[in-house]
C-alpha cells in the first residue's frame, strides 16, 4: 500500500482490510494515534485523511491509498500548532489519553471553519470522548486558538 503520511511517501506491506490504526501503531511505530473503543465511537483514534478528520480505528487500508495521513506527529512536529500550544496555555491535558485524537480533530475543525461558533465547536468534538471530564479547557483552547491568542 502506498500513501502519504506526514508528507513523506510510505510503500507499507499491509492487507486491504487492515486498520489504518494498526498499521499506523505496529508497524510503522507511530503511537501517538491511540486505540480506544475500537468502533469509532471515542475520537481517540483520530487522523487526518486528505484534510479530514476520520477514525483510524475502522479506516481500511483499501480506502487510505494513494492519499494523504497526518497524524499527531505530523500535525506539527515541534508543538507549534495554534491547537497544541492553546491545549497548553489552557492546560486541558490531565491523563492525556485522548489527548492526540482530540488535537486533531480540532485541527480539523479550524481548518474547515477557522472562525467556528461555541455551538459549532461542540457539535464538531461531540464524538471525542475525555474520561478526565477537561471538556470545558477543551473548548475554550479551541475558541483561544480560533482567535489566534497563542
Same mark, same amino acid.
Not at 473503543?37 to 481517540?44: E, P, Y
Given at each position: 500500500? =502506498? ?15 487492515? &486498520? ?5 501503531? %505496529?508497524? $510503522? ?14 475520537? @481517540?483514534?483520530?487522523? /487526518?485523511?486528505?484534510? *479530514?478528520?476520520?477514525? @483510524? ?5 483499501? /480506502? =487510505? ?5 497526518? &497524524? ?8 507549534? /500548532? ?7 496555555? %489552557?492546560? =486541558?491535558? *490531565? ?9 486533531? *480533530? ?13 455551538? *459549532?465547536?461542540?457539535?464538531?468534538? #461531540?464524538? #471525542? $470522548?475525555?474520561?478526565?471530564?477537561t471538556y470545558g479547557r477543551i473548548v475554550r483552547a479551541i475558541e483561544r486558538a480560533a482567535r489566534g %491568542?497563542?
Amino acid at each position: 500500500m =502506498v500513501f502519504i503520511l506526514n508528507g513523506r511517501q510510505m510503500d507499507v506491506s499491509a492487507q486491504p482490510d487492515e &486498520t489504518l490504526l494498526w498499521v499506523l501503531r %505496529e508497524k $510503522l511505530r507511530l503511537t501517538g494515534t491511540k486505540y480506544g473503543c475500537g468502533m469509532a465511537m471515542c475520537g @481517540s483514534c483520530t487522523v /487526518h485523511l486528505d484534510g *479530514q478528520a476520520v477514525r @483510524s480505528c475502522v479506516t481500511r487500508m483499501q /480506502h =487510505v491509498e494513494g492519499k494523504r495521513v497526518t &497524524t499527531i506527529e505530523g500535525l506539527s512536529p515541534d508543538g507549534t /500548532h495554534p491547537v497544541q500550544k492553546a491545549w497548553l496555555t %489552557e492546560q =486541558v491535558l *490531565q491523563c492525556g489519553y485522548c489527548q492526540s485524537g482530540q488535537i486533531m *480533530q480540532a485541527a480539523a475543525l479550524l481548518a474547515k471553519t477557522p472562525k467556528p461558533t461555541r455551538a *459549532q465547536i461542540v457539535q464538531a468534538m #461531540n464524538g #471525542n $470522548l475525555c474520561r478526565c471530564g477537561t471538556y470545558g479547557r477543551i473548548v475554550r483552547a479551541i475558541e483561544r486558538a480560533a482567535r489566534g %491568542e497563542v
